[in-house]
């Protein structure tokens, strides 16, 4: 069977959609979808390629995830991402949770400092303080980086 590649369909702005995301993922980027030929195509970034993410000549599976917003919303966010070259951070991958969300989590690990280790989508990291391995927990997100968030406990064993 094929790998998997995710991408979005135009510019996702940042607000909740909950995905259920296959461990198999090897990237995520944001794309338009353009016609050549009779073909409808969608361009893979560069830095996919450069990053071992992707190979050329091999096949992949694509999911493609629309943009919800207005139209308007849409084509501004278009705009704004042609005029400002495109490659910036927006196509990162963002962390799959906002500070203040509410998430139920299974604790899997305990970190080096003693605290609960919980994993969401694409292994990102949830460290759960006060909890232990195998805990089910609710929890709200204080604090986000990049590769890790601190999520607060609001009630045990949901």
Known sequence: MGKILYGLTTCVERRRITLEISDKLLCLFSAD???EDDQYVVEVPRREIDTGSVEPGETYRVALIADDSDES???SSTKS???SGGGGASSEPQPPVEEGEIRYVEVEDIGKQGDGIARVERGY???VPDAEIGERVKVEITEVKSNFA???IIEEDF
Do not use: L, M, N, P
Request: aromatic share 0%; charged share 20%; proline share 0%.
């Open 33 to 35: 979808v353009t016609i």
């Open 73 to 75: 919303t849409s084509e």
């Open 81 to 83: 991402k042609s005029t």
């Open 125 to 127: 990291v949830i460290i």
């Open 150 to 152: 601190v999520g607060e």
